[in-house]
C-alpha cells in the first residue's frame, strides 16, 4: 500500500503533462513513478508535439487553446490528499498498531540474549507472560508464565510487567508507547532483568547502556545493561539480574530512566500491587 501511495500515484502528475503535449501517458507515467524528481521538471520543459494544422475552410476550430502545462485540477487533489493520508497514517495510525503488537512482542520475548554472551537470539518458541492488551492493565501487576523450551524440553519461566505510562517520542515512533520490565530463567540464555520498549532506540555504546533506577522511594542507582545480541534498538539486558531482582521483590514502585535517541532521558513508571514472586510459584 505504502509502495502504490509513494510511487505510482506521484507518476501521474508528469503523465498527465506529457500527455497534453502530445506524448504517451503510459510511458511517462511509468517514468514519473520510477524517477519523480527527474520526470517532472523534465515534462514541464518539454516542447509539445507540432500537429496538423486545419487547412483553410476547414470547420475544424478550437474555441480556446489548452496551456501545454496543463494538469487536471482532480488529478492534483487525489495525489496531494492521498500523500497526506500516508503521512496522517504513518503518524498516527501506527500507534494502535503498536499497543496491539506490544502484548504479542513481548509474549514471545524476541529480545533472546545480551550481547557478549555468545548465545543465539530466540526468534519464536518462548512463550513468556502474556500482557493484556488493554490499557487498564499498565502497571496493574506482575504476570507470570512458566513453559517448556521447545529444544531443551526444560521449564522456562517469566514474569512480565507494563509501564503505567507511555513515552512521548517524535515521528516516526509518535502514538502510545509502552515499557515492559521482564524476569526471565530461561534453559538456554539464563536468568535475565530486561527492560523493552515498543518502539524507539535506546542509547548504547558498545557494550552497556548506562540506566538509571529507583526503587519505592529509595535513591537513585545506577542500571548498567548490556545491547541485545540481535543489535536491536528497543531491548536492553541487566548485566546484574540477580541485583534487580532481589530489589524488585520488595518494590511495589519502579522508575526506570532510559535514554532515547534523539529524545533525551524517558522515564518508564512501573507501580504494582504486589511485589515480585520469583521464582513464580
Known sequence: MEVLIFFVLPGLIPAAIASNKGRSFALWWL???SLFIVALPMALLMKPKQVATP?????????????????????????????????????????????????SAVASVDAGSPQGTGREVSKAGDNTA????????????????????????????????????SLHLSFPYTGKNYGHLIVR???????DVIVLVDKGQI???????KLKIRFDGGPVQNFTMAPSADHSSTVVFAKYPQWAIKRLRKAKKVLIQVPM?????????????????????
Not at 185 to 191: A, R, S, V
Open 261 to 281: 535517541y534523539q529524545e533525551g532521558n524517558q522515564v518508564l513508571k512501573f507501580d504494582v500491587n504486589k511485589s515480585l514472586i520469583w521464582p513464580p510459584r
Open 203 to 209: 542509547l548504547c555504546d558498545v557494550y552497556t547502556c
Open 130 to 165: 502474556k500482557a493484556p492488551a488493554t490499557e487498564s492493565a499498565h502497571g496493574a501487576k506482575w504476570i507470570y508464565n512458566v513453559s517448556t523450551d521447545s529444544m531443551s524440553g526444560k521449564k522456562n519461566a517469566t514474569a512480565l510487567i507494563v509501564s503505567r505510562n
Open 55 to 103: 487547412k483553410e475552410g476547414s470547420r475544424d476550430i478550437t474555441a480556446k487553446a489548452r496551456p501545454d502545462n496543463y494538469v487536471p485540477g482532480w488529478l492534483v487533489l487525489v495525489v496531494f490528499v492521498a500523500l497526506g493520508g500516508f503521512i496522517w497514517f504513518m503518524a498516527n495510525g501506527g500507534s494502535s498498531e503498536s499497543s496491539a503488537s506490544s502484548s
Open 31 to 33: 517514468y514519473g513513478a
Open 185 to 191: 530463567k530461561h534453559p538456554q540464555y539464563g536468568l
